[in-house]
Every structure is written in C-alpha cells, then in structure tokens.
C-alpha cells in the first residue's frame, strides 16, 4: 500500500513515510501535514470528548417539529416523483418477520457504534500512519452533518403526519433505541437528515475495502453499508433520501482530509516511525 522499508544490518525493518508533497519553500503554498504515531490514551480521551461534543450539540439544535414535519412531507412527496418512495412498503414487509425486524432493531442500535470503534481500534493497531487522516475524515463528516441537522430538521418516517409506517422498536419493545420508549427525550426526534448510520457505515466500509489483506474482509466492507441501508428504512429511521446526505457529508469529509494531508488516507504510508 506504499510503503518503503529499509533494512537495517541486523535485519529488522522500519517504515519510512513518503513525502506527500514537495519540500515548501519561499513562494510555495503550506505543506500538509505529516502522518504521526498515534498515541492511545489521547486517542481514548479525543474520541469519548468528540461523541460527547457531537451528542450534547445535535440534541441541544431546536426539534421545530412542524418545520421537521413539513420538510418531511416534502421528501415524501418528492420520493414518490422520483419513483423511489418504497420505504413504508419495505418497512411492511419486513415488520411481518418478527425475528428479522427484531435483529434490524438491535442492528441499529448497537452496529452504528460498535462496528465504527472496531474500525478504529483496527487502524490504530495495524495502520497507524493512516489512522489520523482516516479518523479526520470521520470527524469532519460527522462535523457537517451537526450543521445539516440545524439547518434542515426532518421528522424520521416513523414520526410522520398521516403516515403509516410502523415504528418497529414501540411494536416489538426492543431495547436501545435513543428514538422511542423512554429514552426518546433524551435525543433529538427530528434530526434524521443527514443520516450519519450511513456516513459512518460508508465510512468504515470503504476503509475495510481499501485496507483489508484478505478477499472476504473486503466483500464484508462493501455489504455493512449496504445492509445498512436496508436496515435504517425497515425500521422505518429514515428516507432513502437520507441516506444521500451521509453519503455527501463523508465527501465533504473526504476532501477536509486531502487538503490537510496532501492525498487520500488510504494512499498515506501504512507504517510511520516511532515518537522519539
């Protein structure tokens, strides 16, 4: 993956970074930013600290439920122009499968953070010269997508006027949605555009699929979104229309990273020497 190694007399192997850019001079614009080693205790206290900022600010951002309501009756109407407003048929079918929509319940309520921290632990551990940039990318997403639930608050299908999707967690009780029950005043209801299960499912998907040395982690990458997808209409969550914001906001957060680093994370040098 771009890597250079020297061999030292005694045998062992360090990792050089390639530089990403030219070396600046007078005249020449800012040089990005060098990959570093990682730290782990910073990365711990970094990560807790930026959910807690992201959670605190998305449920602090008005609910203004009528706006809320009407934005998503306009996404409703504008599916059905489309000819892709198929939601509360998915959400139907899938809801006659007890054992199935119960699992998406728990999918969704517990992959979205699982998964993306493994992810992480992951490129610590096995690609800490592209750790930054990549963790860059999910902080950058996840920091425009605060500003799309300002900006533009959408009341999810379950919440709709009129409708009649079925809210799958309230009819089968299934724990550990911050959407229903009584954990629903502790989250923001209308604040489903964009969706950030797919920003930071595509996230980890591409990441695995760029990354991974063997063939089945890569298919496994590429179907984590895409189940993903499913999964956040079934229950009923969120438009299809949703999903494309979490795809827009993770470019957005794509090119925050190529412009501090100079490329691509994944093109970054897979190892980086230790601190001194």
Not at 136 to 160: D, Q
Request: proline share 7%.
């Amino acid at each position: 993956m771009g890597d250079t190694t020297v061999t030292k007399p005694e045998g062992r192997e360090s990792a050089l970074p390639q530089p990403v850019t030219a070396e600046s001079g007078p005249g020449s614009p800012r040089r990005p930013r060098t990959p570093r080693r990682p730290r782990f205790w910073f990365e711990i206290l970094l990560i807790a600290v930026s959910y807690w900022t992201y959670s605190l600010i998305r449920n602090a951002v008005p609910e203004q439920k009528s706006e809320a309501l009407r934005n998503a009756d306009w996404i409703w109407k504008a599916e059905h122009h489309l000819g892709i407003a198929v939601e509360e048929s998915v959400n139907h079918a899938v809801n006659t499968v007890t054992w199935l929509i119960i699992g998406m319940n728990y999918y969704y309520a517990t992959l979205h953070f699982v998964v993306t921290l493994g992810v992480l632990v992951w490129l610590f551990r096995w690609h800490p010269g592209r750790y930054a940039a990549t963790r860059l990318v999910l902080f950058a997403t996840t920091a425009v997508a605060l500003v799309g639930y300002y900006l533009y608050p959408l009341a999810p299908p379950r919440l709709m006027n009129g409708g009649d999707f079925i809210d799958t967690v309230m009819v089968h009780q299934t724990w550990g949605s911050m959407a229903s029950g009584d954990l629903k005043h502790m989250s923001n209801q209308y604040a489903a555009m964009p969706s950030m299960h797919i920003g930071w499912s595509l996230w980890c998907g591409l990441t695995i699929f760029a990354l991974a040395s063997v063939p089945w982690a890569r298919v496994l990458g590429l179907l984590y979104p895409a189940l993903t997808l499913v999964v956040i209409v079934a229950t009923a969550n969120h438009f299809w229309l949703d999903a494309v914001g979490g795809l827009l906001c993770l470019a957005f957060g794509f090119t925050v990273a190529r412009l501090w680093y100079g490329t691509q994370p994944y093109a970054l040098p897979r190892l980086v020497p230790a601190r001194p």
